[in-house]
């Protein structure tokens, strides 16, 4: 993946990227652990309709939790996800069923249009509204999925309604990489280097690590945070466009519940709840490896109690970590001050 | 609180309407329930008596606007054209416990000959039936039951044994006879999903069904997701893995869809129970070749032909009785008045453009 293009960053931060690589090299770990044991246990787990399978489950998830680490690296969190997810697909299947001619990309942008009005509510409450963002988006988590229940009512739409199209999309490859995976790739990339190297990426970290801080150093604060919620609701509008055309039936409860997937991603993938570290990529490599549990115990023949279990037992994990690395960073950064 | 004057008032009004119920029953209650009850052990059924026409037949479902509501009411009309009655069709906007109950006063009033209902709660709807059937209306039930003492017959979509039956067999057919088959059910406490499966398994131990062998019973939660990696998780531990059996409409999509679109296909068949709007696209392109589902527009077509034989004194409601209901052939009432619609209807490619829900 973009993991290995990436190199540690420069000599001022190095304590604190060594410790961050470190934690992302222990999902990789974890991924290639699990992948050698199940492939040991059953050799058609690595087979190339299996790889394509995991990547194909992966791309809506990692697409996902590249918008919410954003969200939470700025100490926020965006719980609403889901539910623009659901109303997202719900629009666009509507729109393409009932418009068979449609270009793809129009579904896409739309998809992208709906999910980023849904996320500039969220950003200009949480902003503007001073209400804690778990609050506010746990508030249009209910109003989004309760839009799209007064709309759709108990109807669906299904595959034959689609544009043959729209569903082939969700199967075509381009060079062997399937359309969904490509732009979850995509999505990834560009969400990294948005945030290792340009500045709007620079001041959310900034803004997550210390918020008054970022205030009173002159950051933009509002502006950015409004920018962070945007970009999360657009990646779910986005994903709910590829869940349409992955899953063929969209109901009004499509992506029920799916926010706490994106969120265990984005923990799992070493992104600190408490905001200002963590990576883009790390989030995505948590979706890639809550994605390869699933399969993984559905080849083994677990029972799925485990499934959770094990989920949350990475959670802790992953939170235990976070906890570790800023007691170190806390004592580290004491250690230089008493040099100077 | 602010649902508290709306609260008031219905309540206010239900008082209002069981004091006025009880006020124009008062004296005729105790003969209602006496006719009522004699009435059916009395009056013997006769088996030669023509089925009348002009029968004023009413259909109450639990709310208007839904689309699967519609279909069964969409096969009642159809038969009460067959029967040459006239048709009916009323209902409440919402399904609540007690919005039918002014509706079937309504139809009282309207001297209907038979009204067939989906009840909204088995209780609620209770006194006014047994009202109508004081005034020698006939009280069909489909759908959802009403208590078993306020109503004539009832018509029962399907049994446990039934479906568990029609997945077995649908899975030795799509299996080609025999290897290995799995199925992906709903969450694992599923009640229906779980008789459903009970029955077939037993199924499986009968000696047609000795060369299928049911490798797994996974779960997909009803989520397409979780469903997929299920599906996905089947085929890699089972590579001989010859049919997928579905019991829940969620799990049968998912499956399909994915095989669809897998190297599996035209490998793994995909079977059980599923909608026909759901399922088009897979039928269309081979992956799904045959499936079921109990067939929405027959329970209220078997509804009125079952209420225009009681109200032309063919059968009372008793157990044993015959009659015939048009298309559907002969039924016969089980225990409790209980008409059982029969297997599920199977969906090919062949017939699946001549259904809509």
Same mark, same amino acid.
């Given at each position: ?174 060079? +062997? $990489? ?7 790739? /995509?999505?990834? @990339? %560009? =969400?990294?280097? &948005?945030?290792? #190297? ?41 994903? +709910? $466009? ?7 039936? /969209?109901?009004? @409860? %499509? =992506?029920?519940? &799916?926010?706490? #997937? ?55 994990? %992953? ?22 | ?357």
């Amino acid at each position: 993946m973009t993991a290995t293009s990436l190199e540690a960053p420069p000599s001022k931060r190095f304590s604190l990227g060594g410790l961050l690589k470190t934690r992302e090299l222990g999902i990789v770990l974890a991924l290639t652990l699990l992948v050698a044991y199940t492939a040991i246990d059953n050799s058609r787990f690595l087979s190339g309709q299996s790889i394509r399978d995991n990547l194909l489950n992966t791309a809506i998830l990692a697409v996902m939790a590249t918008g919410q680490a954003i969200v939470v690296i700025t100490r926020n969190i965006d719980l609403s996800v889901g539910s623009v997810l659901g109303i997202s697909a719900f629009a666009v299947a509507t729109l393409m069923s009932n418009n068979q001619d449609l270009p793809m990309i129009v579904a896409l942008l739309a998809g992208l249009a709906i999910g980023a009005v849904a996320g500039l509510v969220n950003g200009v409450l949480v902003r503007y509204g001073k209400v804690p963002a778990l609050v506010v988006t746990l508030g249009t988590l209910y109003i989004y999925r309760g839009i799209t229940y007064s709309w759709a009512g108990g109807s669906q739409v299904n595959a034959d309604e689609l544009p043959r199209h729209f569903l082939t999309f969700a199967n075509d490859s381009i060079l +062997g $990489v399937p359309w969904l995976v490509l732009i979850a790739l /995509v999505v990834i @990339a %560009a =969400g990294s280097v &948005m945030m290792r #190297n340009y500045r709007i990426g620079r001041e959310l970290y900034a803004i997550g690590s210390s918020p008054p801080a970022a205030e009173l150093a002159g950051i933009k604060v509002a502006r950015n945070l409004l920018t962070a919620f945007v970009l999360s609701g657009a990646l779910a509008g986005l994903a +709910g $466009v590829l869940y349409a055309a992955r899953f063929g039936t /969209v109901d009004a @409860a %499509a =992506g029920n519940g &799916m926010e706490l #997937n994106v969120v265990a991603a984005v923990v799992v993938g070493g992104v600190a709840v408490f905001g200002g570290s963590g990576s883009v990529w790390g989030a995505a490599l948590g979706a890639l490896l809550l994605t390869v549990i699933g399969s993984a115990l559905a080849v083994l023949d677990i029972n799925q109690f485990w499934q959770q279990a094990i989920v949350g037992a990475l959670i802790i994990l %992953a939170i235990c970590a976070d906890r570790l690395v800023a007691v170190r960073i806390a004592r580290s950064l004491r250690k230089r001050d008493a040099h100077v | 609180m602010l649902r508290s004057p709306r609260t008031l008032l219905s309540v206010t009004s239900a008082a209002l309407l069981v004091a006025g119920l009880t006020a124009c029953g008062g004296t005729t209650k105790d003969s209602a329930s006496n006719t009522s009850g004699g009435g059916q052990s009395a009056a013997a059924a006769d088996p030669n008596a023509a089925v009348k026409e002009g029968l004023k037949i009413a259909f109450l479902p639990k709310q208007l606007n839904n689309p699967y509501s519609d279909v069964e009411t969409g096969g009642g009309k159809v038969a009460v054209e067959e029967l040459k009655g006239e048709y009916k069709l009323v209902g409440p906007n919402d399904a609540s416990a007690s919005s039918q109950v002014s509706y079937i006063n309504t139809l009282i009033q309207q001297q209907q000959d038979v009204i067939v209902v989906a009840a909204n709660d088995p209780n609620a709807v209770c006194p006014s039936l047994n009202q109508a059937r004081a005034a020698k209306i006939k009280v069909i039930t489909f759908d959802s039951d009403a208590s078993k003492d306020c109503r004539d017959a009832f018509i029962n979509q399907a049994t446990t044994e039934g479906i568990g039956q029609s997945l077995a067999k649908m899975a030795l057919e799509q299996a080609g006879g025999e290897g290995e088959i799995a199925v992906l059910s709903a969450t694992p406490n599923a009640t229906n999903q779980n008789s459903w499966i009970e029955v077939m398994k037993e199924e499986l131990k009968k000696p047609e069904y000795s060369k299928l062998k049911l490798v797994k019973v996974a779960y997909g939660n009803d989520d397409d997701q979780k469903s997929f990696q299920e599906a996905q998780g089947l085929l890699q531990s089972y590579p001989n893995l010859k049919a997928i059996v579905a019991p829940t409409t969620v799990g049968i999509a998912a499956a399909a869809r994915y095989i669809s679109s897998s190297s599996y296909k035209g490998k793994v068949a995909v079977t059980g129970l599923g909608l026909p709007n759901q399922m088009r696209e897979y039928v269309k392109d081979d992956t799904v070749k045959k499936f079921a589902l109990w067939n929405p527009a027959d329970i209220g077509y078997l509804a009125a032909f079952a209420g225009a034989n009681m109200a032309s004194g063919k059968i009372t409601g008793a157990q044993g009785e015959k009659f015939t209901a048009g298309k559907l052939g002969e039924y016969t009432i089980g225990a409790d008045g209980e008409i059982v619609l029969g297997p599920p209807t199977e969906f090919t490619k062949e017939n699946i453009d001549q259904f809509n829900f």
